[in-house]
């Protein structure tokens, strides 16, 4: 991977988008930086023609789930999610 310059993008214009495409049996992956979710999405499909998304998180959502999941390996019980615990 080369090195380039930093972009300055907030947290929130930061997605992972990962899609698929059912006709053609494949999947794409990409980061997007947008403005905002909708137009992430939309240069998502635009690029991955008849892909469609199925996850979107931003960059801030991503950390606040790694967030819940380390509270959760603590012990913790975050509001937003349910933990279940299969480690016996």
């Given amino acids: 991977m080369s090195s380039s310059p930093r972009i300055r993008v907030r947290d929130n214009q930061v997605f992972l988008i990962m899609g698929v495409n059912e006709e053609s ?11 905002d ?3 992430a999405k939309r240069a998502f499909m635009r690029t991955y023609e008849g892909t469609i998304p199925m996850t979107w998180p931003s960059l801030s959502d991503i950390k606040l789930s790694v967030e819940m999941m380390e509270s959760a390996r603590s012990g913790g019980f975050p509001d937003e999610a349910m933990v279940i615990n299969e480690m016996g």
Avoid: S, W
């Avoid at 049996?25 to 403005?35: L, R």
């Fill in 25 to 35: 049996e494949d999947a794409q992956c990409a980061i997007v930086m947008a403005c």
């Fill in 37 to 39: 979710q909708e137009a």
